[in-house]
């Protein structure tokens, strides 16, 4: 089913009188595993092309979104309010960088070992926020705030298009790439890494598909690389 949606680029943020004005430059990048041919065209690190994990907007009921973003903040808990505060503080990849430091602590794997880990790691962030930046553009999806509707939020509302979230994105990448690393932690990566999504509706910025989708886009690209690193398996 066809659903039209709002525009992001056409109405004006709650409070404000003209429509928010972006940068779409990061999405088209230079990136590490991901080879971009054409426009819209992506390649893998195999060569063969991509067809990216997640819904076409259109296919979206977005007054069923707006709804569930209305009940959620009408009825928020502190426990979710102190969620997207924490989660909105600072950038999301430090943070998981951290998680990825402490587990190294936890078990011992070497600096060699540890800078390589890093160094996958960041050059996956990079190649998410490519992706998430190209498809917001490309999809121009409004925010919660952009439908004339008094929604409560606890923070100020980014200046780029909501789908799909890029906090939950660069976090679906990083479960894939903590879990091939620390697959003992598996739960409670997992666990970290949809709060820290989910973060995103609680704040009131965003729709719920928004996270959940930016989930499932962001654990594709990293299964992508971790199949670069069984491939290559360099011996710890």
Known sequence: MRTEYRLWSLYPYQGEQTPP???????????????REGANRFLDPFGKEITWQIREPLSIDWNSELQIVEQTMSVITHQQIQSAQYWATGEIAERFSTMLYDFAEQYPMGSPNCARMQGFFH??????????WYLKYLWDVARPNQYGRNIRRLMDTPRFPAYPSAHACLAGAAQEIMTYYFPQEQARI????EASAQSR??????????????????RQIGKIVVDVLKVQNVKQ
């Open 123 to 132: 050059a996956t962030m990079n190649d998410v926020i490519v992706v998430c």
């Open 21 to 35: 004005v972006g940068n779409p430059n990061a999405g088209f990048w230079p990136m590490f595993f991901i080879r």
């Open 201 to 218: 509706l609680y704040a009131g910025v965003h729709f719920k598909v928004d996270n959940d989708e930016g989930l499932r886009l962001g």
């Open 190 to 193: 997992k666990a970290t890494t």
